[in-house]
């Protein structure tokens, strides 16, 4: 037996692997492959102030290794969610955390102010990344200024476990931690999506519906993993690595590369329990190389 | 050794239609015609309560260009051999590799998923139309409403002759009527240009085919007043409602066509900003 016990700010994990936003719904559809108790958390889907439809079909493109999706944040909203979803989400034996996104800093923060009274929801992950909105989303992940101004302002309503979520998609990320850091986040995860597209050669048009969208899937995960090697040693803070995981091994590579927990998110549509075999092997990874602890091999990588 | 591993997670929690992800042996794999394949395969822990209009998501191994599963309709069930029958058109790299499948390999399946066909009342007259791979779950369909009683009638299109799919199967439910758009076989045109689909009353009509065929059949029914079940086959990921992509348009909003769907009723579907 290892110690797959992690804490992030104040708030301590059962185990490093957390199902990522936007691939695992509310849970409750991944529950007939898997026991979600057995699970570090869930990220439930992003949730914006105001219900949202999402941009048109088409939103998908599988691309070599990976898939473009341009979901567009398509939820019911912050009061749908408390009064039909959160009851359910309360009973779940896993920290459930919630993906928040708006348009405008008002947005980030009256929605933040909303999920620290739910007692159940012990975190937040901050998504200042999405590449599928044309307000909000990205644009504060991308420019240092609103990043700085969009968690500042969030950190001051909300007292729970804050959770940055970074874009690739910009020339240094380490500034993002660092700014993450600084105004107050417990922990940054990345990557979000990289920005892609895909064009049907046949009908000679673009193949989603916004022309772009966020590349996923192990297409991106040497991308991936060398953000969060870089990251983990500009910040002092967790880092929560994701992008391109398939299995235990691609896990175990972001956690030697300095990620304290990761995510799982792709992997999940083409194996739908595949959030708890990752648990099971890192476990076995470690009773293999005779390590105590997951915390053991951290940011292995970094220690000679 | 990794061939014999049998992945077989049932549900824990509660709900009616649980949802299971498992290998399942090939026990045939036969053309059809031109591009079609029926593959029929075996569910070595026993195949659970699967409804008409169903769907598996397969998972696609050996084709480095294949990363998703392929959702493929449930064509037929047989509950005494234990195997259920999947209809395949090459379409790309993914299908094509289904296509050659060969009996005793693996092939893992997520499924049962998506919701149902509603199926007929007794005494209602009802037609089971569409074309190429669309008349994939009309067989099961066909089978379950026969089995309730009713007759089934079947209206099937194609582009032409050789584009004809085996239909005996169909025959032994109930009588099948043929539309080919050259005419080389059956009535020249749609299947909505077929008499017996144009002038008799019908209770219900079940659409399942390309796009501008349920369109044409859906604003048919429309006009004529009739209960119309479209089942759709948009582009999707994950098959579970956790990746949103497969959406359409309907009065309740973008729904998921492989939760909430794959079956509409085309009342509730916005088919004219979908298009």
Redesign the interface.
Known sequence: MADLRIKIGPLEFRNPVILAS????YG????????LSELGGIIV?GTTLEPR??N?????A??????L?A?GL?NKGIDYFEKNIYPHLAEYDTHVIVNVNGNTIEDYVELSRRLDELKAIPAIELNISCPNVKKGGMIFGTNPASAREVISAVRKVYHKTLIVKLSPNVTDITEFARISEEEGAEAVSLVNTLLGMAIDARTMRPKLSTITGGLS?PAIKPVALRMVWQVARAVRIPVIGLGGIMNAEDAIEFILAGATAVQVGTV??????AGTSIVKGIEKYLVEKEFDSVSRITGLINRN | MTDSVQIVYFCTQGGLMKKRIEDLTVIENRRLAESFFLIKVSSPGGLPEINPGQFVQALVTESPATFLRRPLSVHDVDRNMNTISLLVQIAGPGTERLSRLNPGEKLNLVYPLGNSFTLPSEGEKVLLTGGGCGMAPLLYLGRKISESGVQPHFALGFRNRSRILGHDEFKTLGPVHLSTEDGSEGHRGFVTDIPAFRDEKWDRIYCCGPEPMMKAVAAACIRRGIFCEVSLENLMACGLGICLCCVVPTTSGNLCSCTDGPVFNVNDLKWQTSG
Do not use: H, W
Request: proline content about 11%; charged content about 25%.
């Open positions: 936007g691939t695992c719904g409750a559809e991944l529950e007939d492959f898997m026991d889907k439809e999402g048109p079909y088409p939103r998908m599988e691309t070599p290794s990976g898939m999706n979901v398509q899937g999940s549509f083409i194996d739908p329990g």
